[in-house]
């Protein structure tokens, strides 16, 4: 690794470390061949979502009418390309929306959840250490204690709010460290969040994965 990548990587590691958690983030979904890619997207109250057509006349539809489901309605008119959507989703819950033209191919989903707090919210006598090495190439590792025993989540997200990777799911003992591990096999260089939740607490990490 050159000496200017390497201090790239740790002035941006560095700027993940002291930036607020909750800060709100732009989701980006390509609309061509047919599809949204991603079709599916896990984010927080207040993110933004950006529709991009790159090919064919296709529209986002989202609206109540369509979907009287949605917590709230968004939406454009059907055009041909290049066009851009952004809808900023304020409100928690499962929206559906689908392309008008083409509404048996081409659908997709979002799920809203509330933002996570700027501060790790574990009960008192746990202790949940930093993912390590940070950035990291091949694999990262990390430790939960917990002073009493309930049902834990770890989970990884991409940049576009899709899971990635699930590292812990099941019941967690008290009173001793588990160590939890993530190396991943061809997951792409850039920014990651390990989320840990459990029956009482929820706790986040961003990782830096290069290659």
């Not at 000496?3 to 993940?16: I, N, V």
């Not at 409100?91 to 033209?101: F, H, I, L, R, S």
Request: hydrophobic fraction near 40%.
């Amino acid at each position: 690794m050159t000496a200017s990548r390497y201090l790239l990587l740790t002035t941006f590691a560095a700027f993940l470390a002291a930036a607020p958690l909750a800060a709100q983030t732009t989701h980006t979904v390509i609309v061509r061949d047919f599809a949204f890619d991603p079709a599916t997207l896990v984010i927080e109250r207040g993110d933004t979502v950006v529709w991009e057509n790159e090919q064919g006349v296709h529209n986002v539809n989202g609206t109540t009418g369509t979907f009287p489901g949605n917590p709230e309605g968004f939406g454009n008119a059907p055009a041909g390309p290049p066009w851009t959507y952004e809808f900023t989703f304020t409100t928690e819950g499962a929206y559906e929306y689908q392309c008008d033209v083409h509404p048996v191919m081409m659908r997709g989903a979002v799920t809203v959840t509330a933002p996570l707090a700027a501060e790790d919210d574990l009960p008192p006598g746990a202790a949940l250490t930093d993912p390590s090495p940070n950035p990291f190439r091949g694999a990262l590792s990390f430790s939960l204690t917990l002073p009493e025993p309930e049902p834990v989540r770890v989970a990884v997200y991409d940049a576009l709010g899709r899971e990635v990777a699930v590292l812990y799911e099941g019941a967690f003992p008290a009173g001793t460290p588990v160590p939890i591990e993530w190396k991943p096999a061809a997951a792409r260089s850039g920014v990651y969040t390990v989320r840990v939740e459990g029956a009482t607490f929820r706790a986040v990490r961003k990782v830096v994965r290069v290659r």
